[in-house]
Every structure is written in C-alpha cells, then in structure tokens.
C-alpha cells in the first residue's frame, strides 16, 4: 500500500540554520511527491513537487527538495531558515492520478528559534 | 489561478444539528473535489472524493450518512455533516486537481474549523 513517513514529528533549528526535513515514500511506480507548508489554522500551500526530470526540484520561499528513487526519499531542504518558516511540513504523494486525492504524511512541526 | 474558496472558516455548532461546509472554485471549474479531515496534531486523512454529477466515493471506514457530500455544479462542492457529535469536531479541507501542461496539482481551501459543543 502507498505510504508516507515523516520520520520527525517537531524540529527546532536556529535561525539562520540549515535545515533538512525527511519524507520516505512507498509507492510501486513513479511517485508524484508534494511538500505543502501549514500555517496554524490556515489552509496548505504547495511548496513544491516532482513529477520527472532533474531530481533536484526548487521551490518557492527558498525551499528545495531532492527526490532519491534508490532510497525512496523526498528530503525537504532550506539553507538558512526564518522566523516565518516556523510551520506544519507535509510531504504527499499522489495516491494514483490527479483524480484520486493525495496520501500525507504525519507531518514535521519546525520550530525556529531565534 | 485556481483558487478554492472555502466557508464558513469556523462554525460552532450543538450537538445533533447538521452543519454544511462550502467550497467554490472560484476561476475554474472543479469536476472533483476532494474532502479532507485533519485532527489536531494530524495528519490530512482522505474522507471522500466528490465529482460533478455523480455520487461521491467514500475512504473505508468514513460514514457515508454523515458525511453528506453533494458536487452539483462545476464550481461548488458541499460537505454536510449531520447530527453532528462532539467527535466530529475536526479541520476540514477541501482540495481540487489542477492541471497544467503535461502537469498537475492541487489547489486546497483555507480549511473550516468545526467544532461541536
């Protein structure tokens, strides 16, 4: 069955710090993998996916991830966090086609202090 | 582009009543929306898939008396929740595919925070 694991529930980096969010996937093709950030109380917004090509995919916000078919990772990166990236981090895949939804994983809080 | 509108954002209800939950795809037109339910500190579970002028199809394990899901028109999907219980309290979202090119997405609502008393 399609899964995603986010290994880490809460995070906390220094601002200014790297950082690194992990996502592992189970999926028997191609995966079609997504990071969405969640504020509190507020809706998803896409940080970036990947369908094919180069597996190195850019984001917005300065968000990159790097997608590792031999280690079934999608890896969430940023080289200098923010305050305002403080958030809910959820990586999915696309369980089947655009018209069958997507599968989360747990999600990764990331604290950021200052 | 693309953008689902999603209301009420809170609601507030009494135990036994029914609550409907909103979505407009406000500059496309949506065949299927997908409903969402997140509890506190979870994650996005998959409850249903609606599509325009046909039944919805339900996740395993989600009631489908309760979950009255109606997708009427192109550009509106309704959840309603019926004799609510304080268990249904949750985050509900509702998201649409978008497609672009050889690509697709999804765009998602701004999620609606039910609470039953």
């Known amino acids: 069955a399609q899964s995603v694991t986010q290994p880490d529930i809460h995070i906390t980096v220094s601002e200014g710090a790297s950082l690194e969010l992990r996502c592992n996937y189970s999926y028997g093709a191609t995966p079609y993998l997504f990071w969405y950030v969640q504020s509190p109380g507020q809706g998803l917004q896409l940080l970036l996916k990947?369908?094919?090509?180069?597996?190195l995919v850019q984001g917005i916000k300065g968000f990159e991830a790097e997608f590792k078919r031999s280690q079934s990772s999608f890896n969430l990166r940023k080289p200098s966090v923010h305050w305002s990236d403080a958030a809910e981090y959820f990586c999915a895949v696309a369980s089947g086609g655009p018209l069958r939804g997507l599968i989360f994983g747990q999600g990764t809080e990331l604290s950021v202090k200052p | 582009g693309a953008v689902v509108s999603q209301h009420p954002s809170r609601v507030i209800c009494k135990s036994g009543t029914s609550v409907k939950i909103e979505c407009r795809s406000l500059d496309f037109q949506a065949t299927t929306m997908f409903w969402y339910r997140q509890f506190p500190k979870q994650s996005l579970m998959l409850m249903a898939t609606?599509?325009?002028?046909?039944?919805?199809?339900?996740e395993q394990g989600v009631e489908k008396d309760k979950f009255l899901i109606n997708h009427a028109s192109l550009t509106l999907s309704t959840l309603t929740v019926t004799s609510a219980h304080p268990e249904d309290s949750s985050f509900y979202i509702c998201?649409?595919?978008?497609?672009?090119?050889?690509?697709?997405?999804?765009?998602f609502g701004s999620g609606t925070r039910l609470t039953v008393v």
């Open positions: 998201s649409a595919p978008v497609f672009a090119r050889r690509a697709y997405g999804y765009t």
């Open positions: 609606s599509n325009e002028g046909s039944k919805a199809t339900y």
């Open positions: 990947y369908f094919s090509g180069d597996t």
